[in-house]
């Protein structure tokens, strides 16, 4: 059984777009490293067809679970999604009440997350933690560091 993943119109307009370049440019790519492999001479012993003929499986592989995850991928309308609870998409502001730092995380689908530009996954233990909690609520969530405390300080959309 396959997950349902919900992503903004951004992120699954680049799914899209790395479908379409997988699927087009990439096999392009991999068929010619392969015959370029092939015209080396015997192929029981060319190393060099063996990897590129690994590198179309590892591609394919990708290609299938991208076609996947976009045929189960739903988009949200943000606009009207309840901000008064942490829910997928949601951008929080919380607290960590050890050492005082804040940061600003938005929960994103597995594939559109990037801790540089804020977006984590929606399966990580943080976003876990903070799913269904409320501004003012103190959460403890474990970590690969250890066990944390945080204050919700502000959910947006």
Same mark, same amino acid.
């Given at each position: ?27 392009? !790519? %991999? ?5 370029? $492999?092939?015209?080396?001479?015997? *192929?029981?012993?060319?190393? /060099?067809? #063996? ?41 929080? !502001? %919380? ?5 005082? $730092?804040?940061?600003?995380?938005? *929960?994103?689908?597995?594939? /559109?997350? #990037? ?43």
């Amino acid at each position: 059984m396959t997950d349902v993943a919900y992503f903004t119109k951004e992120g699954l307009e680049n799914l899209k777009q790395e479908l379409y370049y997988l699927k087009g440019e990439g096999r392009k !790519k %991999i068929s010619a490293a392969i015959a370029e $492999a092939r015209d080396k001479g015997d *192929l029981s012993e060319n190393a /060099e067809y #063996d990897a590129a003929k690994e590198a179309q499986g590892h591609h394919e592989a990708k290609i299938s679970k991208l076609t996947n995850t976009y045929a189960n991928a739903r988009l949200i309308d943000e606009s009207k999604l309840d901000t008064s609870k942490v829910l997928a998409l949601s951008i929080v !502001k %919380i607290k960590n009440t050890n050492n005082g $730092a804040t940061m600003t995380y938005q *929960l994103v689908a597995e594939n /559109e997350a #990037d801790v540089k530009t804020g977006k984590i996954s929606i399966k990580s233990p943080i976003a876990k933690g903070l799913l269904g909690k409320k501004v003012g609520d103190n959460i403890e969530i474990v970590v690969p560091a250890g066990a944390m405390i945080f204050e919700i300080l502000e959910i947006s959309r």
